[in-house]
């Protein structure tokens, strides 16, 4: 979901492993396509296009300013296209309880670029903004709130599961020491008391050291993972028979959530091994489509550099 610039036109918007996408996905005419994580419209444009002319193809974003690239979008879709806003657990699981099928759907998570390229959203510790992180602005709670309210086992907990951050007991001590007399209010002041906390070396080190932090806010403020475990069983209950799933995650804790639920609906007889014969019957109902994940050729590593940490999973729906 993250393009090299700020997308002006769903036509600007440069979508991550576009090519793959299309391929593991192999849109027909006729069918109904689902974006769950619209954003700018990158992904969507093209699988409009395999449409070609006949079928549907359901938007969603939890992000309010995705409707004005949605409006864009429809007007030059040439299908039937359809954008409902809110988490995409919610609406997936919306859908499916009201028995609405699918015949692809996608899933790019993390942050968008209509995010990230604009500052006031306080996604970026590149420049200084609110602490906010929300992808819906109107849901609770921000990045402030979490910084100045949590306590401190609280925030080195995220930080380390979250960010994966080797220094997140010293930074949890320093945020809550800072915050005693001066409540956290910009994204600069958190990443100046990060630089702080960390020794020397480490804010030198290979990436940004507010970094793993961010990262650790915005899923823990946007509840992203929890989102990403409910919305994969609500997608499979949405697909038709020979129905494709793609997810394209950016960090490993996003990869490990889809690997192990395709791996798991991919098993089929849950029975323990010295069981002579299947009491349980239970039968696959996704098979992999890539043996490992899809990453990132040169070629767009060098048009895109955003694209770097992508990683690409993609299985089909069992017949029957």
């Not at 070609?52 to 409006?71: E, M």
């Not at 997936?92 to 009201?98: E, S």
């Not at 950016?250 to 609906?265: C, G, N, T, W, Y």
Request: one cysteine or more.
């Amino acid at each position: 979901m993250l393009p090299n610039v700020l997308p002006h036109t769903e036509a600007d918007h440069v979508p991550v492993l576009a090519a793959r996408v299309r391929e593991l996905l192999a849109v027909r005419p006729g069918e109904t396509v689902v974006d769950a994580t619209f954003g700018a419209g990158g992904h969507a444009r093209l699988l409009a296009e395999d449409l070609a002319g006949r079928g549907k193809l359901v938007a969603i974003d939890r992000d309010p300013t995705a409707r004005s690239f949605f409006d864009r979008f429809r007007a030059n879709a040439g299908v039937d296209v359809r954008f409902l806003r809110g988490d995409f657990a919610v609406v997936l699981g919306q859908l499916a309880a009201n028995d609405v099928g699918a015949d692809a759907i996608l899933l790019d998570l993390g942050i968008s670029s209509m995010q990230i390229d604009r500052p006031e959203r306080g996604f970026s510790y590149a420049t200084d903004a609110p602490l906010d992180m929300r992808m819906d602005p109107s849901s609770e709670p921000t990045a402030a709130a979490i910084v100045n309210t949590w306590d401190e086992r609280e925030l080195a907990t995220i930080f380390r599961r979250y960010g994966e951050e080797r220094y997140a007991g010293p930074i949890a001590r320093a945020i809550v020491r800072q915050r005693g007399t001066t409540p956290f209010t910009r994204t600069s002041e958190l990443v100046d008391a990060i630089k702080l906390a960390i020794p020397t070396p480490a804010r030198f080190g290979e990436g940004h050291p507010a970094k793993r932090v961010f990262q650790a806010l915005r899923i823990a403020v946007n509840d992203e993972l929890a989102s990403l475990e409910a919305a994969l069983p609500a997608a499979l209950a949405m697909l038709r028979p020979g129905g494709r799933l793609a997810v394209i995650s950016f960090h490993s804790l996003e990869d490990r959530i889809v690997k192990r639920f395709v791996a798991e609906q991919a098993k089929g007889c849950t029975c323990p091994p010295d069981f002579p014969v299947c009491v349980c019957g239970k039968q696959p109902t996704l098979r992999s489509l890539t043996r490992k994940p899809v990453r990132p050729d040169r070629a767009e590593l060098d048009a895109n550099p955003r694209a770097a940490s992508a990683r690409l999973r993609a299985a089909v729906k069992a017949d029957g």
